[in-house]
């Protein structure tokens, strides 16, 4: 029987807001994942993988036959700031799934995976560790893990079944459609100024409604999922191209570059331009 669920984190105490990657492995459970656009459906052996500012939110069916069992890494891509000159592969890597431009659907993984024995095994002993042991310890597991994302990332690539390259949305079968159609909308129009009355004339719905719709079933306002989207393009933006901060600012949506710092800033806890020095490892 797998453990019960329970979550760390791997941080530096040096920066306020935390630029977490964070791993989620499902030992039980089922239902679904919601989040940019897509729907995934979840079971006992996947593995969900959320970059830095992602909106998701989890769904789950619970039942005493089926509980919701998992274990939760959250670790500070920070910690690693002055590794990444001597890990130039893993760097680069990182620096790939970080700015995929699509959901990276859940990884299905046996138990005995080696990703998951090192969560497993980690998770034993990292409570145990003194301060300095626990730094340098989190810093090599941290490696480690991001090398076996890397190992199943190439075998996926290559996969046959692979859905790595399918950026249509994969339903699991109880999302609402409403609220599904209104996150379609939302992706293909975020660059563009809308309002709520906007979606909800296109699905014949009240305004009323549609918000209260769209909060139940993806867990967020469609004010903050927009602006999730918008802030999740600038970051691909700042750190795939040489566009200016005000043109970066104008293609998600924002022509006011003051206020797109502002929100950049508040849902990052840096300005667009530290973060694409901090993303190149220049900070």
Same mark, same amino acid.
């Given at each position: 029987?797998?453990?019960?669920?329970?979550?760390?984190?791997?941080?530096?105490?040096?920066?306020?807001?935390?630029?977490?990657?964070?791993?989620?492995?499902?030992?039980?459970?089922?239902?679904?994942?919601?989040?940019?656009?897509?729907?995934?459906?979840?079971?006992?052996?996947?593995?969900?993988?959320?970059?830095?500012?992602?909106?998701?939110?989890?769904?789950?069916?619970?039942?005493?036959?089926?509980?919701?069992?998992?274990?939760?890494?959250?670790?500070?891509?920070?910690?690693?700031?002055?590794?990444?000159?001597?890990?130039?592969?893993?760097?680069?890597?990182?620096?790939?799934?970080?700015?995929?431009?699509? *959901?990276?659907?859940?990884?299905?993984?046996?138990?005995?995976?080696?990703?998951?024995?090192?969560?497993?095994?980690?998770?034993?002993?990292?409570?145990?560790?003194?301060?300095?042991?626990?730094?340098?310890?989190?810093?090599?597991?941290?490696?480690?893990?991001?090398?076996?994302?890397?190992?199943?990332?190439?075998?996926?690539?290559?996969?046959?079944?692979?859905?790595?390259?399918?950026?249509?949305?994969?339903?699991?079968?109880?999302?609402?459609?409403?609220?599904?159609?209104?996150?379609?909308?939302?992706?293909?129009?975020?660059?563009?100024?809308?309002?709520?009355?906007?979606?909800?004339?296109?699905?014949?719905?009240?305004?009323?409604?549609?918000?209260?719709?769209?909060?139940?079933?993806?867990?967020?306002?469609?004010?903050?999922?927009?602006?999730?989207?918008?802030?999740?393009?600038?970051?691909?933006?700042?750190?795939?191209?040489?566009?200016?901060?005000?043109?970066?600012?104008?293609?998600?949506?924002?022509?006011?570059? *003051?206020?797109?710092?502002?929100?950049?800033?508040?849902?990052?806890?840096?300005?667009?331009?530290?973060?694409?020095?901090?993303?190149?490892?220049?900070?």
């Amino acid at each position: 029987m797998p453990p019960s669920s329970r979550a760390w984190h791997l941080y530096d105490a040096r920066h306020d807001k935390a630029y977490i990657l964070e791993l989620t492995y499902i030992h039980d459970g089922y239902g679904q994942l919601i989040t940019e656009g897509h729907a995934f459906p979840l079971e006992p052996g996947m593995l969900m993988i959320f970059r830095p500012f992602q909106l998701h939110h989890v769904q789950m069916q619970v039942s005493s036959k089926h509980p919701f069992i998992r274990t939760v890494l959250m670790v500070e891509l920070d910690l690693l700031q002055e590794y990444w000159p001597h890990f130039i592969t893993t760097h680069h890597f990182t620096y790939h799934i970080l700015n995929e431009q699509i *959901s990276t659907p859940p990884l299905y993984l046996m138990p005995d995976a080696p990703l998951v024995q090192l969560l497993e095994h980690f998770g034993k002993q990292y409570p145990d560790l003194l301060p300095y042991e626990a730094a340098e310890d989190a810093c090599l597991f941290t490696l480690n893990i991001l090398t076996q994302l890397r190992y199943l990332w190439k075998s996926e690539a290559h996969s046959p079944h692979s859905h790595f390259s399918d950026q249509t949305t994969i339903r699991s079968g109880f999302m609402n459609p409403h609220a599904e159609a209104a996150m379609q909308w939302i992706e293909q129009h975020y660059a563009e100024p809308f309002r709520i009355e906007h979606i909800a004339d296109e699905l014949h719905l009240s305004v009323y409604h549609l918000s209260h719709l769209f909060k139940k079933e993806t867990g967020n306002s469609i004010i903050a999922y927009a602006q999730a989207a918008r802030i999740r393009q600038a970051c691909v933006l700042l750190s795939r191209s040489i566009l200016s901060i005000p043109e970066i600012g104008h293609r998600v949506g924002m022509s006011s570059t *003051s206020y797109f710092c502002k929100v950049f800033r508040k849902a990052t806890g840096t300005t667009p331009h530290q973060y694409r020095l901090r993303l190149r490892g220049r900070d």
